[in-house]
């Protein structure tokens, strides 16, 4: 009876045990996770945050990005994420620059993201490299500035990045140079991930501009069968139907590219290109 007492003591203190380790909240966090029971499931993770575990505050920082109603918390998320950033993780050095970039949770500052961004991108970190192109290609500081935008990509590329590869041949085929460079980018791009609705609307868009058409319907349709919705990708495979003559489908996809853009500079575009066709094709 004794030693059954003593057996009885260790099981219990062992079950014990188990619970105040924190890899046993984040699985039990997990669990309640896949069963949907989000709130019970963050409540495990900050258990194990609080006894130390990092895994545990990043696992909080993208629950809140996910969610515990279907609906981001970027103000939670960012709270969590502030001081893993601080403490020179890359991935939040990055995701506290979207948050400013983007303006989740917090006003729009792209001085502050490129800030962020070049914390991570000391580290020769691919994603924060892209992101700085990002913000000098689309003028986030002010004016769009293509060179600072190809110079990170460049880095990116360096250092394995498809994601680089693609972005900075889209560049070239917008500005309409390097073309032969950007289709070897691209199909670089491509090969790595044949999947992937942009990089095959880049190199579609990238043959359209070397006048291979029939070649850019091919990767344009695989594109927007992939992502439909995208306005971008079905404009562009209009523009390559219209240049083949073959106009009634052309105006099909710009209308598709119409249902889903508010950019009212691009309305009017796809509206010129409707109005133009429909007379060369007669009606």
Not at 170 to 199: C, F, M, Q, T
């Amino acid at each position: 009876m004794k030693y059954l007492v003593i057996l009885l003591c260790f099981v219990a203190l062992l079950f014990s045990g188990c619970k105040r380790n924190p890899e046993y909240y984040i699985e039990q966090g997990k669990a309640c996770w896949r069963d949907n029971e989000r709130e019970e499931a963050v409540r495990y993770f900050k258990r194990a945050a609080d006894k130390g575990s990092v895994q545990a505050e990043r696992i909080i920082v993208w629950a809140y990005l996910q969610g515990l109603d279907g609906k981001p918390d970027y103000v939670k998320s960012r709270e969590y994420a502030l001081p893993l950033a601080n403490a020179g993780e890359v991935r939040m050095q990055v995701l506290m620059g979207q948050f400013y970039e983007y303006g989740h949770g917090v006003k729009k500052d792209a001085e502050t993201a490129l800030k962020w961004y070049e914390k991570a991108a000391a580290e020769n970190f691919n994603e924060a490299y892209c992101a700085i192109a990002r913000i000098y290609e689309e003028g986030k500081l002010g004016k769009p500035d293509s060179a600072k935008a190809e110079e990170y990509l460049k880095k990116a590329i360096k250092h394995g990045s498809t994601l680089a590869e693609n972005n900075l041949a889209y560049i070239w085929a917008e500005a309409g140079k390097n073309l032969k460079e950007a289709e070897k980018l691209s199909r670089r791009a491509v090969h790595d991930e044949p999947k992937n609705a942009a990089y095959l609307d880049t190199l579609g868009w990238i043959y359209f501009k070397q006048g291979k058409y029939e070649l850019a319907k091919k990767y344009l349709e695989e594109a927007v069968e992939l992502f439909p919705n995208h306005s971008c990708l079905q404009e562009h495979l209009g523009d390559a139907l219209a240049k083949l003559g073959k106009y009634g489908e052309a105006v099909d996809h710009w209308y598709e590219a119409l249902q889903h853009t508010k950019d009212e500079k691009k309305r009017e575009c796809l509206n010129r290109k409707i109005k133009s066709s429909d007379k060369k094709s007669g009606k």
